[in-house]
Nanobody, 124 residues
Framework: VQLQASGGGLVQAGGSLRLSCAAS????????MGWFRQAPGKEREFVAGTRWGGTNSIYTDSVKGRFTISRDNAKNTVYLQMNSLKPEDTAVYYCAAGKDYSGSSYLPGRYDYWGQGTLVTVSS
């Protein structure tokens, strides 16, 4: 499975961005998709996850109500719509795919494939 993340950029606080993660290859083996982020000097943290079919989405508390994870079945693409962005959302965002999806899918170790990351910078 190959994952290609895109959509990052520079945005002012309060603005919006939509990240995309296109999956290719053996996508039939994917059961869960997730978005993680890593800010400079910090550990990688979970942002959002969903079943490959787009259900059972989960979010970290800091993005609830602002971010939405969704999937386009026809395009094998998962999106992360980010609204009301804050400077603390600045990070490299990574998409990930896992062969299962469960209540512990907020853990990086639950994912088997990773995209290359896309930088999101939110200015104040």
């Amino acid at each position: 499975v190959q994952l290609q993340a895109s959509g990052g950029g520079l945005v002012q606080a309060g603005g919006s961005l939509r990240l995309s993660c296109a999956a290719s290859g053996r996508t039939f083996s994917i059961y869960g998709m997730g978005w993680f982020r890593q800010a400079p000097g910090k550990e990688r943290e979970f942002v959002a996850g969903t079943r490959w079919g787009g259900t059972n989405s989960i979010y970290t508390d800091s993005v609830k109500g602002r971010f939405t994870i969704s999937r386009d079945n026809a395009k094998n693409t998962v999106y992360l719509q980010m609204n009301s962005l804050k400077p603390e959302d600045t990070a490299v965002y990574y998409c990930a795919a896992g062969k299962d999806y469960s209540g512990s899918s907020y853990l990086p170790g639950r994912y088997d494939y990773w995209g290359q990351g896309t930088l999101v910078t939110v200015s104040s």
